[in-house]
């Protein structure tokens, strides 16, 4: 099993940044590919950013690509998610996800979820 803690949400004015934080314990020592993923009012889930097991490989979602950065920090066990030029549409839950992978690509079906954390992006 493999349990997730997102942290670091929380209110932002268009154009702020925000970093959102994920720990991850439990079979932490396999490869596991990341991503984040959020749900806003009235909307279903959509995909975020996803990185691979080893960091080498990433991607975005249209919507955040050249202003959200994700990376991890496999020592730390955390994945992270540097959100800049942050607008209104940006404003979700945020949720970090895992999935088991051995191909070091980012991968499109996740196992894993954590609880997520709010993001709210004043206009």
């Known amino acids: 099993q493999v349990q997730l803690v997102e942290s670091g949400g929380g209110l932002e004015q268009t154009g702020g940044s925000l970093r959102l934080s994920c720990a991850a314990s439990?079979?932490?020592?396999?490869?596991?590919?990341m991503g984040w993923f959020r749900q806003a009012p009235g909307k279903e889930r959509e995909f975020v950013a996803g990185?691979?097991?080893?960091?080498?490989?990433?991607s975005y979602a249209d919507s955040v690509k050249g202003r959200f950065t994700i990376s991890r920090d496999n020592a730390k066990n955390m994945v992270y998610l540097q959100m800049n030029s942050l607008k209104p549409e940006d404003t979700a839950v945020y949720y970090c996800?895992?999935?088991?992978?051995?191909?070091?690509?980012?991968?499109?079906?996740?196992?894993?979820w954590g609880q997520g954390t709010q993001v709210t992006v004043s206009s």
């Open positions: 996800a895992a999935q088991h992978d051995y191909s070091d690509y980012v991968s499109v079906e996740y196992d894993y």
């Open positions: 439990g079979r932490t020592f396999s490869r596991l590919a």
């Open positions: 990185i691979s097991w080893s960091g080498r490989r990433t």
